[in-house]
């Protein structure tokens, strides 16, 4: 396969040898999100601006049972609806050597994670079998649990395999296990940036060799009404059942689940084995809020200063972004932090590229979670293979549900400005001609853990 060298690596260079040894490539990609089996459909709903939120399907568990417009009534919810992806039942055990029984107490996340690094790989352009015995690094982003407590409903049937089924360990393990990958193999929890997070730790088992490809992503199924009912009570969950990011109507967000993989190898190798790169990624950041009001709150000061230091890690000015794939929740005090944590971060790194002040808006903002909801574990890499086919197709998706700005967010001054129509993804220039490449931020943040 001939490889394709994205926009920011310099033209004409014949020698990998030249490329900077901490930058990374993106080469292989698959995806199940709702209302998309792969990556081809995901790109049509979002050049569309399809809204893929749906009432919990009846399969799940009954609504009538565990919802309620009252937030203080006890054991209900106040949403009942989400992103669903079908056919969490269904699983070739047989493809994977596992044994009708076994895959009756695996996790469906484990099944849906499976095989989609199959499914990755083979986009990429290999057979799983070449990469057999080699130095392959698993990292999988995951914090739902309810296939443990769906089980532990039946505890008269507890066997071995409701242990390896349900063990978040295992679903990055199984994976190596059965692809035979040597490299590192690890789950990663940190709530809703848990693929995010993810992507830093195997950027950084590359870089230290700890590994020579990676396989990183993020899961999230749903089959118990329980995370349902605990986020209600939280206040998080949206009673309209709509994520309203940055609208003045925002009122929480709506879960989603789903799952993504991306295939990682630095750039100077995947140039060597001509492999086709969909994107390069130039540095990542993770940090904590510390105290804030609250454990849940979020740090507007610790999402300026992660912002200041991924740029900061990538060597790329602010005003060569021009698009950032925002968290985005929709809660009402969330989005406003959001936008106050970029316009700080853009500031002081204006001041320190010595840049002038900002004149007109250049830098668009846009969220994922408005399409699918809110993917938690997978909510990252949802952003991130979202801006790798706006990439590709050079269009930035439109955010929806969209009519009116909250009053708490304010542009003026600033160099962003909302997506709000599926637009050409256009070049940004400097005033003596010089052409950027494009380039996105994909922030993700989470609950009790700011990354």
């Not at 030249?18 to 995806?31: E, K, S």
């Not at 409701?162 to 990958?181: A, C, E, K, Q, V």
Request: overall charge neutral; glycine content about 10%.
């Amino acid at each position: 396969m001939p490889s394709k060298v994205p926009e920011d690596i310099s033209e004409n260079i014949q020698d990998s040898s030249a490329m900077p040894n901490d930058l990374i490539a993106i080469i292989g990609i698959a995806c199940r999100f709702p209302g998309a089996n792969n990556y081809h459909q995901f790109w049509s709903n979002l050049q569309q601006g399809i809204n893929s939120i749906t009432e919990i399907p009846s399969e799940r568990w009954d609504i009538d049972k565990f919802y309620s417009t009252k937030p203080e009534e006890p054991h209900k919810s106040i949403s009942k609806w989400g992103g669903f992806i079908e056919g969490i039942d269904q699983f070739d055990a047989q493809f994977f050597s596992i044994s009708p029984r076994e895959a009756q107490r695996m996790d469906p996340q484990q099944r849906l994670m499976l095989e989609l690094s199959w499914s990755c790989i083979e986009d990429a352009g290999y057979a799983p079998s070449q990469l057999s015995g080699s130095s392959v690094g698993v990292f999988i982003g995951v914090c739902n649990y309810d296939y443990d407590i769906l089980q532990n409903g039946y505890q008269k049937d507890t066997d071995g395999h409701t242990g390896t089924g349900t063990w978040t360990s295992i679903i990055p393990n199984r994976i190596s296990y059965f692809l035979n990958f040597r490299g590192p193999s690890i789950p990663v929890d940190t709530a809703c940036s848990s693929s995010l997070v993810a992507i830093h730790q195997a950027i950084n088992a590359l870089k230290e060799q700890e590994c020579k490809t990676a396989l990183v992503g993020g899961v999230s199924i749903f089959c118990t009404p329980t995370r349902y009912i605990q986020m209600s009570k939280l206040g998080m969950l949206s009673p309209q059942g709509q994520c309203k990011t940055f609208d003045s109507e925002a009122d929480g967000y709506v879960r989603g689940e789903g799952a993504g993989v991306i295939l990682l190898k630095p750039l100077a190798k995947a140039i060597e084995d001509k492999d086709h790169i969909y994107g390069v990624i130039r540095g990542s950041a993770v940090n904590h809020g510390g105290r804030a009001k609250t454990l849940t709150s979020p740090n507007v000061y610790a999402q300026s200063q992660v912002l200041c230091s991924a740029y900061t890690k990538a060597n790329v000015a602010p005003n060569t972004i021009s698009y950032i794939e925002a968290h985005g929740t929709g809660t009402p005090l969330g989005d406003p932090i959001e936008i106050n944590g970029l316009k700080r971060a853009f500031k002081q790194l204006h001041q320190q590229y010595d840049l002038s002040s900002v004149d007109k808006p250049y830098c668009g903002l846009g969220t994922v979670k408005t399409n699918i909801g809110h993917l938690e574990a997978a909510a990252g890499i949802a952003g991130v293979i979202k801006v790798l086919l706006a990439m590709k197709n050079q269009e930035l998706p439109k955010i929806v549900n969209f009519q009116q700005l909250n009053p708490r967010i304010e542009f003026k001054k600033s160099p962003f400005y909302l997506v709000c129509e599926t637009q050409q993804w256009k070049q940004l220039k400097t005033e003596s001609g010089e052409i950027f490449p494009r380039r996105a931020g994909v922030s993700s943040f989470g609950w009790g853990w700011r990354g």
